[in-house]
Nanobody
Framework: QVQLVESGGGLVQAGGSLRLSCAASGNILSINGLGWYRQAPGKQRELVAT????????NYGDSVKGRFTISRDNAKNTVYLQMNNLKPEDTAVYYC?????????????WGQGTQVTVAS
């Protein structure tokens, strides 16, 4: 059983900042990648940022480049998303993502989502 628990969402004014956290727990042997996706009402889920654990290589969605930063704490199986200069169009439910290996399989896992609302 794997759990991804997110925290840090909320309401912020445009131009403000928020920091999301996501901790992975359970029967985890190793983590290949961690990241964040988001889904706004009426839109498809889109990439925000991902990080490959072994190399530290990161990938960002075009709309957040230069404003958001993904980081991780390998010892805590935790990934963070620092969001600066937030815009109303960043309003969405943000989902934590993990590609990891358990005793049974290698698979993708998702958190329950955390709401981020940016007021203009």
């Amino acid at each position: 059983q794997v759990q991804l628990v997110e925290s840090g969402g909320g309401l912020v004014q445009a131009g403000g900042s928020l920091r999301l956290s996501c901790a992975a727990s359970g029967n985890i042997l190793s983590i290949n990648g961690l990241g964040w996706y988001r889904q706004a009402p009426g839109k498809q889920r889109e990439l925000v940022a991902t990080v490959i654990i072994s190399t530290g290589n990161t990938n960002y969605g075009d709309s957040v480049k230069g404003r958001f930063t993904i980081s991780r704490d390998n010892a805590k199986n935790t990934v963070y998303l620092q969001m600066n200069n937030l815009k109303p169009e960043d309003t969405a439910v943000y989902y934590c993502y993990a590609n990891l290996v358990t005793y049974y399989s290698s698979n993708n896992y998702w958190g329950q989502g955390t709401q981020v609302t940016v007021a203009s």
